[in-house]
């Protein structure tokens, strides 16, 4: 069994910075493609940001230049900078990442979810 644990939301004031930390823990062999998704109110969940094993990134148009996703491959951990924070930004944030596990299989979990609001 996997594990997604989040941390780092919070309320910020516009023009704000947060770093969110996702560390996966349990029956992992190895790590693939990991990323940040939100929700807000009322929308559908939409990708925020994405990297592959390579560290290779992918970033919604709406936060190019202020998020920064990157991993800790030791420590099975993802992060997201979020700086010049909008209020749009508000959301709940979620992490997910492509586990292979021992058998070769690849599951993709998902964190629980942390709250970011961006509010002055």
């Known amino acids: 069994q996997v594990q997604l644990v989040e941390s780092g939301g919070g309320l910020v004031q516009p023009g704000g910075s947060l770093r969110l930390s996702c560390a996966a823990s349990?029956?992992?062999?190895?790590?693939?493609?990991q990323g940040w998704y939100r929700q807000a109110p009322g929308k559908q969940r939409e990708l925020v940001a994405a990297?592959?094993?390579?560290?290779?990134?992918n970033y919604a148009d709406s936060v190019k230049g202020r998020f920064t996703i990157s991993r800790d491959n030791a420590k099975n951990t993802v992060y997201l900078q979020m700086n010049s924070l909008k209020p749009e930004d508000t959301a709940v944030y979620y992490c997910?990442?492509?586990?292979?596990?021992?058998?070769?299989?690849?599951?993709?979990?998902w964190g629980q979810g942390t709250q970011v609001i961006v509010s002055s």
């Open positions: 997910n990442a492509d586990v292979v596990v021992s058998s070769g299989r690849i599951f993709r979990y």
């Open positions: 349990g029956r992992i062999f190895s790590l693939n493609a």
């Open positions: 990297i592959t094993t390579g560290s290779s990134t």
